[in-house]
């Protein structure tokens, strides 16, 4: 019987101390995990491992990562995930190369800023996250090149602002996460335009108030989460066209007073959360009164 040989791929790095040493890993690997004390990471050999589908790196002290080794994998790299390496800075255009990218994680680094244009190439992109960053600011319109993009994450930034109009093109989205980014308004109706949107999370924010009416053309919308923000008033008309409501989430805002009419048709919803708001005389209509729907107060 003919015996197969493995080979490894020794992908060199430096430590904290100054420490030159290496991360090893089988060159039939389609899966890479490289965890490690590093203060700098050599991805060259990377061009050895012609099977790597999902590249992970995490828990670092990188700072820096020079991305273009992966254009030697371009086509068949389908994840880069770089969370918890302390990035302040990363150029995306060596995945320009890359059109089976389907995610690309980039969270709880300290990225102040960031360019997207690369990624208007990467068309099967489905989920990007660049959450718990420093980013000041942000242009989306390279997304709009990504019709297959299905969650986008970029909560925890101190953006202060977003145009989301890029989006409208982005018809299979299905969630959008902007929690805690310093938002003082928000258009969306770009959003009307995503007919598989579900949830859309905007907690704490700075939203003194929000039009809800393009979501009322959205007919798959599920989940609201407002928590935390200064709404004084609301109006929920909007949402008795979203059949599929299950989640409205108000808690922590500046309500007095509220009208949950406009819930009654949404047959399948299952939470409403009004706490932490000053509402005196919370008027809950019959069709509300189920067992099946929990309204927080």
């Keep these: 019987m003919d015996m197969i040989t493995m080979t490894s791929v020794r992908i060199p790095y430096k ?21 490690v004390d590093a203060a700098s990471i050599d991805l060259k050999p990377i061009s050895a491992l012609k099977g790597i589908e999902d590249l992970t790196i995490s828990s670092t002290w990188l700072e820096h990562l020079d991305l273009s080794p992966l254009s030697s994998v371009a086509k068949q790299l389908k994840t880069v995930s770089l969370r918890w390496s302390h990035l302040t800075e990363l150029n995306l255009q060596p995945l320009a190369t890359c059109k089976a990218l389907e995610r690309l994680e980039l969270a709880n680094n300290v990225l102040t800023q ?11 992109l489905n989920s990007l ?8 600011g942000i242009d989306l319109t390279p997304l709009g090149s990504c019709k297959k993009l299905v969650k986008l994450n970029l909560s925890g930034n101190p953006l202060t602002k977003i145009d989301l109009a890029p989006l409208k093109t982005c018809t299979l989205l299905e969630v959008v996460f902007l929690g ?5 308004s928000l258009a969306l109706t770009p959003l009307s335009s995503c007919k598989s949107l579900k949830i859309l999370n905007l907690a704490n924010n700075e939203l003194q108030s929000i039009d809800l009416s393009p979501l009322g053309k959205v007919s798959s919308f599920e989940e609201i989460d407002l928590l935390g923000n200064k709404i ?25 007073q509220i009208d949950l009419a406009p819930l009654e048709s949404c047959a ?3 939470s409403v959360d009004v706490s932490g708001n000053q509402i005196s005389n919370l008027v809950i209509p019959a069709a509300l009164q189920r067992p099946t729907c929990r309204i927080l107060r």
């Design 15 to 35: 430590t904290n101390d100054g420490k030159s040493t290496f991360f090893e890993t089988d060159s039939a690997s389609t899966e890479v995990s490289i965890e």
């Design 268 to 270: 399948e919803l299952q």
């Design 129 to 136: 996250g660049i959450a718990e960053n420093r980013l000041q």
């Design 232 to 256: 004084a008033t609301i109006d929920l008309g909007p949402l008795k066209s979203c059949p599929k409501l299950t989640k409205v989430n108000l808690a922590s805002n500046k309500l007095k």
């Design 180 to 184: 805690g980014v310093g938002l003082q």
């Design 114 to 124: 960031i360019d997207l244009k690369p990624l208007a190439s990467c068309a099967s």
